[in-house]
């Protein structure tokens, strides 16, 4: 029905810079609220950045400050502006969104993740 394809992510050395993008695509009348989330090796699934349908948005405290979530609705795009990286962002970084279908059902969307890993 719906699916959310990432891409942007692979390796960096730590200070630099990475920029992923998530497109949603399928039977879409609307899409809520998206956020990237990220599960690095041995830990359990974590948020880094969520917005809003209206731009409003929440990060988590360790990449406030280094992270920029923005999103297109035009695109059914969501982007995540990674700078200043460090080695503890290495993780598989997942695109979710809450999404209304055509058919009026909403439904919560997971994409199948990009690795992103920082090297010291």
């Known amino acids: 029905q719906v699916n959310l394809v990432e891409s942007g992510g692979g390796l960096m050395e730590a200070g630099g810079s990475l920029r992923l993008s998530c497109t949603a695509s399928?039977?879409?009348?609307?899409?809520?609220?998206m956020g990237w989330y990220r599960q690095a090796p041995g830990k359990q699934r974590e948020l880094v950045a969520r917005?809003?349908?209206?731009?409003?948005?929440n990060y988590a405290d360790s990449p406030k400050g280094r992270f920029t979530i923005s999103r297109d609705n035009a695109k059914n795009t969501m982007y995540l502006q990674m700078n200043s990286l460090k080695p503890e962002d290495t993780a598989v970084y997942y695109c979710?969104?809450?999404?209304?279908?055509?058919?009026?059902?909403?439904?919560?969307?997971w994409g199948q993740g990009t690795q992103v890993t920082v090297s010291a």
């Open positions: 917005i809003t349908s209206g731009g409003r948005t």
């Open positions: 979710n969104a809450a999404v209304r279908l055509r058919s009026g059902d909403y439904v919560n969307v």
């Open positions: 399928g039977s879409i009348f609307s899409i809520n609220d």
